[in-house]
């Protein structure tokens, strides 16, 4: 697993934005996250090591821009080139996040035709709202491999009237920080169970600092959040693990 981060800096556009760990980190650093900058690492899927090896090994998934989203509009210039580095590493899995999956069409590629092969798109659904806004478009678009991240879960979300054969796979995830909203097991447990009516894979990544289940809180230290979510045992494949990645 590697980490692309061609950009920085977002704006809160979502209630999942509330407590963005982007904002959050920025915060400590004395640094304004609502401003998009590019970062020394744009080129680094293109960029080789010392004796000709490439920075990123090839067969590598990609998580790509975690501190920001890849269609941001002060990215609409940076990203034909980001395109074009993705287009050149076919040996690569770029995997996409974002909440802005209405902006998927500008700047892109005129070969893009119905989707590189090595893009996954992932749209974030963190309420019902969400769903019923992101969920059409995100079916609607040319993407050869879509998936749907539930994360920061602040709410029940019912997929289940979009998850055909064109979603790959659905990740749900509690909020992390101090001031973390609840997560409830039931709500993890009712898309557990609508991806298992649809057969499509789902993965429980992390419980979030406020876990619910049985009717009990439970405060989970950011280091075990992963952990305890594995242990539930309810996930039909491995979630993908980063720790920069909450997109909360």
């Excluded at 890849?70 to 980001?82: K, L, T």
């Excluded at 040319?142 to 064109?166: A, F, N, T, Y």
């Excluded at 557990?192 to 789902?202: K, L, Y």
């Amino acid at each position: 697993m590697a980490v692309w981060r061609p950009w920085h800096g977002c704006h809160k556009c979502s209630p999942g934005c509330l407590n963005c760990y982007v904002y959050r980190t920025d915060e400590r650093f004395g640094r304004d996250a609502s401003k998009v900058v590019l970062t020394k690492e744009y080129d680094l899927p293109v960029r080789g090591r010392r004796g000709g090896e490439p920075a990123i090994t090839s067969g590598e998934t990609v998580f790509t821009c975690l501190t920001s989203d890849f269609f941001i509009e002060e990215a609409d210039e940076w990203r034909v080139r980001a395109w074009r580095m993705i287009r050149s590493r076919p040996d690569l899995m770029f995997y996409i996040i974002t909440k802005r999956i209405e902006r998927f069409r500008v700047s892109l590629p005129e070969d893009w035709g119905e989707g590189y092969p090595n893009v996954t798109v992932a749209a974030t659904c963190e309420c019902q709202s969400k769903a019923a806004q992101r969920m059409p478009v995100l079916l609607d678009m040319p993407i050869r491999h879509r998936e749907v991240v539930c994360e920061p879960l602040i709410e029940p979300v019912d997929l289940s009237p979009w998850l055909c054969g064109k979603i790959e796979g659905v990740i749900a995830g509690g909020e992390s920080g101090e001031r973390a909203r609840i997560c409830r097991y039931e709500w993890v447990l009712s898309l557990r169970d609508q991806c298992r009516a649809a057969g499509v894979p789902f993965s429980f990544k992390q419980t979030g600092a406020h876990f619910e289940k049985d009717g009990r809180v439970y405060q989970i230290p950011r280091k075990y959040q992963h952990e305890q979510a594995r242990r539930a045992g309810i996930g039909t494949r491995r979630a993908h693990e980063e720790e920069d990645d909450d997109e909360n």
